[in-house]
């Protein structure tokens, strides 16, 4: 092996502490990016929560709901909302990135991705929260 | 790499996409606007019960329920080395792909006894 291997592999054997991603601005925004998967993990887990009282009756659905509009309730849902628009943001911001560099020999440029990616997420909120409003 | 991590990592995917362009508009309506009285009627029992009657509103909710559980357990998966937690990364994932699977059981058993 080279000097130069034996360098490298020493490097990184070196442990990282724990708290390795609040060194580095760009390792923060990565964990809180990741982190963003336990409270929407949490919002799926009180969708089945529902299911399961939508299924023993109105009574028992209807408790959970008035349960929920207590202000804990709320500011637990407020928190997940916004984890979850970290991950709608961060995502959209990957897509560019995720896409082949050439579709059918055209480059892909990455702007009107994302605006398309922005400006899709915006119009289906807009109408899934208008329809609910007005059902 | 295990011979089906290409099909966990295009699960995470497809869910992480869901996510990203419903979920944000679903918490806000399921989460705060039903709750608080402003959007009552998306969240009363008669209008969810109705909504899940059909074949095809189940298949719907089965689809973005399973995918984004699954993107989540993916997520968590990766995320115990690197909070470094004493768990086998293997462990770890197989853990969370196990669980986002009962999870979506759950979820067709309700559906179908409803």
New interface residues.
């Given amino acids: 092996m080279t000097p130069e291997g034996q360098t490298r592999r020493l490097i990184s054997k070196r442990p990282?502490p724990?708290s390795w991603?609040l060194l580095n601005k760009r390792y923060t925004i990565y964990?809180l990016r990741?982190?963003t998967?336990?409270p929407?993990?949490g919002?799926?887990?009180?969708?089945?929560y529902?299911?399961?009282k939508?299924?023993a009756g109105?009574s028992s659905?209807?408790s959970l709901?008035?349960a929920?509009?207590s202000p804990a309730?709320?500011l637990?849902?407020?928190f997940?909302?916004v984890a979850?628009?970290l991950?709608?943001v961060t995502?959209?911001l990957l897509m560019p990135k995720?896409l082949p560099e050439f579709i059918v020999g055209i480059r892909v440029p990455p702007a009107p991705v994302l605006f398309g990616g922005f400006a899709?997420?915006i119009a289906?909120?807009g109408i899934?929260?208008t329809i609910?409003?007005r059902? | 790499m295990h011979k089906l991590e290409p099909m966990w990592w295009g699960l995470f995917?497809v869910g992480?996409?869901i996510?990203?362009?419903?979920?944000?508009?679903?918490?806000?309506?399921?989460?705060?606007?039903?709750?608080?009285?402003?959007?009552s009627?998306?969240?009363s029992?008669v209008?969810?019960?109705s909504a899940?009657d059909g074949l095809i509103s189940k298949i719907g909710f089965v689809v973005v329920?399973s995918t984004?559980?699954m993107?989540?357990?993916h997520?968590?998966g990766?995320?115990v080395p690197?909070?470094?937690i004493p768990v086998s990364k293997k462990l770890a994932s197989a853990i969370g792909h196990l669980g986002a699977l009962i999870?979506t059981a759950?979820?067709l058993v309700?559906?179908l006894?409803?």
């Fill in positions: 990282k724990r991603w964990m990741e982190l998967a336990i929407l993990l919002f799926v887990l009180l969708c089945l529902q299911l399961i939508l299924s109105q659905y209807e709901l008035s929920m509009s309730w709320i637990i849902n407020a997940i909302l979850s628009i991950h709608s995502w959209i995720g899709t997420w289906v909120s899934i929260v609910c409003i059902l | 995917s992480g996409t996510a990203a362009f419903l979920l944000p508009a679903m918490i806000l309506v399921v989460g705060i606007l039903g709750p608080m009285g402003i959007a009627e998306a969240t029992f209008r969810i019960d899940l329920f984004i559980t993107h989540c357990m997520r968590i990766a995320l690197d909070l470094k999870m759950a979820v309700l559906l006894d409803s």
